[in-house]
Nanobody, 124 residues
Framework: QVQLVESGGGLVQAGDSLNLSCAAS????????MAWFRQAPGKERHFVAG????????YYLDSVKGRFTISRDNAKRSVYLKMTSLEPEDTAIYYC?????????????????WGQGTQVTVSS
């Protein structure tokens, strides 16, 4: 089993920045892709950004390209999401996810492991 714990959420104003962290523990050797998803109230969970732990290849939701950056530190078994120029539309619970697939893709069904989520609220 793999356990994921997110941190770093909070309440910020539009235009501010916020950094999220996700620490993995347990049987992490088989994990190849880690990603961030988000879920706004009353909406489905959507992919935000993903990274391959070995190649560091990244991929993003179009609306966050240029504003969000995903990165990883394999020694710390962690993945990060740096968010800049935040907008009220970014308000959501942000979830860390992991899968053993080299390219996890953008579908939540691909990811076997999930954290509990961290709330990000952006006020206008």
């Amino acid at each position: 089993q793999v356990q994921l714990v997110e941190s770093g959420g909070g309440l910020v104003q539009a235009g501010d920045s916020l950094n999220l962290s996700c620490a993995a523990s347990g049987r992490t050797l088989g994990i190849n892709t880690m990603a961030w998803f988000r879920q706004a109230p009353g909406k489905e969970r959507h992919f935000v950004a993903g990274i391959n732990r070995n190649t560091a290849d990244t991929y993003y939701l179009d609306s966050v390209k240029g504003r969000f950056t995903i990165s990883r530190d394999n020694a710390k078994r962690s993945v990060y999401l740096k968010m800049t120029s935040l907008e009220p539309e970014d308000t959501a619970i942000y979830y860390c996810a992991a899968t053993d697939r080299p390219y996890g893709g953008r579908s939540a069904e691909t990811y076997a492991y999930w954290g509990q989520g961290t709330q990000v609220t952006v006020s206008s």
